[in-house]
């Protein structure tokens, strides 16, 4: 085989492997469940944060002695270190439930997020949650990691 037939086949290999990947992303992509509003205002009130850029917001959603465990680096406990993590970190950002429950005032959300909503996930994410006397939820743990 001579040198351009091989640099084809590599070309048409590449574009084979690409579109694979590309449609294994979407036949992975999971549904998504619709979350009960007190749960939905947590993600909404994470992304809006987020996006803002907001490291004391992003903070103030979390349990006084709440975590954020990401991956590669040791865990981050309270409020003050929360915040402290989050400096200089926000961006687009889209999340989508993929399963959750309650139970008394204790719950979860699994989910991934991407930068666009409808755009493939990039990454997966648990939130463990826990109800403050108020009744409102609040971050106990952020654990994610990207795909």
Request: proline share 5%; hydrophobic share 40%; net charge negative.
């Amino acid at each position: 085989m001579n040198i351009l037939n091989k640099s084809r086949l590599h070309v048409v290999c590449a574009l084979l492997l690409g579109y694979c990947a590309i449609g294994n992303t979407q036949e992975l992509q999971q549904p998504l469940v619709t979350l009960p509003p007190e749960l939905a205002r947590v993600l909404a009130d994470y992304e809006k944060a987020w996006v803002a850029e907001d490291e004391k917001a992003l903070a103030a959603l979390f349990a006084a002695d709440g975590f954020v465990l990401s991956s590669g680096q040791p865990p981050v406990r309270g409020r003050k270190q929360i915040e402290q993590h989050y400096e200089d970190s926000g961006g687009p950002l889209a999340l989508r439930a993929l399963d959750f429950a309650i139970e008394g005032s204790v719950g979860f959300i699994i989910g991934g997020y991407t930068q666009h909503r409808g755009d493939p996930d990039i990454g997966k994410f648990t939130l463990t949650l826990r109800k403050n006397s108020d009744g409102h939820w609040l971050i106990k743990s952020d654990m994610d990691n990207g795909n």
